[in-house]
Every structure is written in structure tokens, then in C-alpha cells.
T-cell receptor
Framework: GAVVSQHPSRVICKSGTSVKIECRSL??????MFWYRQFPKQSLMLMAT?????????EQGVEKDKFLINHASLTLSTLTVTSAHPEDSSFYIC??????????????FGPGTRLTVL | GENVEQHPSTLSVQEGDSAVIKCTYS??????FPWYKQELGKRPQLIID?????GEKKDQRIAVTLNKTAKHFSLHITETQPEDSAVYFC????????????FGKGTMLLVSP
């Protein structure tokens, strides 16, 4: 149980294009999902918290107009990197926190998306 | 906000030895402390977690201890195996429905056969 999928696993795009990444909780509902960015050999940096049915909460320094987040259902959150540039190249990982009492703080991670912007 | 320090950054052990990774946190309100294992290019996987009402938790070869007074917690792996080689992250949160995880910088564990 507690499986999170992420699609695509890898994407290569040209500078200036937009890329959408999907995060799905497959066997549980998640009121809250999180988007992280991870550079090589570094820790996970929280970008934003995605809440179903409401606006995402962005961490300081993360441009909300560049990283658009939509959490339209209890099992799906999307991250759109708009007008991507080479410096946006990174490993993007989502996580989902199961709804309901007793599991409100555990996060399960997706497999990540490797974004390369040429 | 919360700050989590993790040591060491790298740890090399021989197969069969024990490995200990230590973390400290700054926010006394934090009460949930998970540990994640991440293999190269893969997702972080939850391996064990502990809440502040418990001092120690064990799951086979893995154990976590928590000292609330000193604000530190540790991961203990006994009888290490080569497949334990990975990056391990500790994290802390307030454990509410709206809290976020603050991660340590990670420890690269290398277990040599």
C-alpha cells in the first residue's frame, strides 16, 4: 500500500517550453501533496505544499508563476514548469500524505522526474 | 523555522558492522521523525519513523532512538549488508495535518563486502 506514481520519469525539452509533471496516489487519498526539487548529491528542497481544492503554499524563493501547481482531486497533483530554462534542470519529486487520522504526518514519495532543459 | 543537522555526511563500514547516523533538530515542537533511504536515481523510501512519545523503536536490523531533551535522534543499522548502501535522510516535523518535513542533508552509507 501507499504507492505514489509520477509521470513522466524523464523529460527533455527546449528552453522556453512548458513541462507538466503528474503525481498520483494510487491506493490512498491525499489531501496534501508536496513538491520537492533535488540537485545531485543534495537533500530534498521543498518547493511547495499542494492542498486539494485550494491554492498551493510556496516556500520562500520559489516563483509561483513559474512553478504552477494544481491539486484538482484527492489523488492527483500536477506541477507545470513554465518557460523552462537550463537552470530549471533538476530531479523533481512529489510526495503524498494520506488523509485520515493516524497517518497525517507520513509522506510517501513518487519515483521522481528528471527534467533536462536544453 | 526548523533546522535539522545530520552527521556524518559519508560513512563507510565493512559488511557485518554497525552504522549509526545522528541528527539534531532545533524546534522543540517537532514530534515526528522519519528516516528515508534513497538509492541513486530513485525515490526516498520510508524505512522507520518515531514519534516523540516513544524513546526507541526497532524493526529487525534497524532502530531509531530519540532524546527529546537533547533534541537529537539517531538511526542504528546492525549487521550491515552491501544492499544497505544508499543515502539516508533524517527529517523532522510537528506532526500535524498541515506540517511539512524538514530534511537533513543526508548521509551516504557505503557498505563494503
Amino acid at each position: 500500500g501507499a504507492v505514489v506514481s509520477q509521470h513522466p520519469s524523464r523529460v527533455i525539452c527546449k528552453s522556453g517550453t512548458s513541462v507538466k509533471i503528474e503525481c498520483r496516489s494510487l491506493d490512498f487519498q491525499a489531501t496534501t501533496m508536496f513538491w520537492y526539487r533535488q540537485f545531485p548529491k543534495q537533500s530534498l528542497m521543498l518547493m511547495a505544499t499542494s492542498n486539494e481544492g485550494s491554492k498551493a503554499t510556496y516556500e520562500q524563493g520559489v516563483e509561483k508563476d513559474k512553478f504552477l501547481i494544481n491539486h484538482a482531486s484527492l489523488t492527483l497533483s500536477t506541477l507545470t514548469v513554465t518557460s523552462a530554462h537550463p537552470e530549471d534542470s533538476s530531479f523533481y519529486i512529489c510526495s503524498a500524505r494520506p488523509s485520515g487520522a493516524g497517518r497525517a504526518d507520513t509522506q510517501y514519495f513518487g519515483p521522481g522526474t528528471r527534467l533536462t532543459v536544453l | 523555522g526548523e533546522n535539522v543537522e545530520q552527521h556524518p555526511s559519508t560513512l563507510s563500514v565493512q559488511e557485518g558492522d554497525s552504522a549509526v547516523i545522528k541528527c539534531t533538530y532545533s524546534d522543540s515542537a517537532s514530534n515526528y521523525f522519519p528516516w528515508y533511504k534513497q538509492e541513486l536515481g530513485k525515490r526516498p523510501q520510508l524505512i522507520i519513523d518515531i514519534r516523540s512519545n516513544v524513546g526507541e523503536k526497532k524493526d529487525q536490523r534497524i532502530a531509531v532512538t530519540l532524546n527529546k531533551t537533547a533534541k537529537h535522534f539517531s538511526l542504528h543499522i546492525t549487521e550491515t549488508q552491501p544492499e544497505d548502501s544508499a543515502v539516508y535522510f533524517c527529517a523532522a516535523s510537528k506532526g500535524t495535518g498541515y506540517s511539512t518535513l524538514t530534511f537533513g542533508k543526508g548521509t551516504m552509507l557505503l557498505v563494503s563486502p
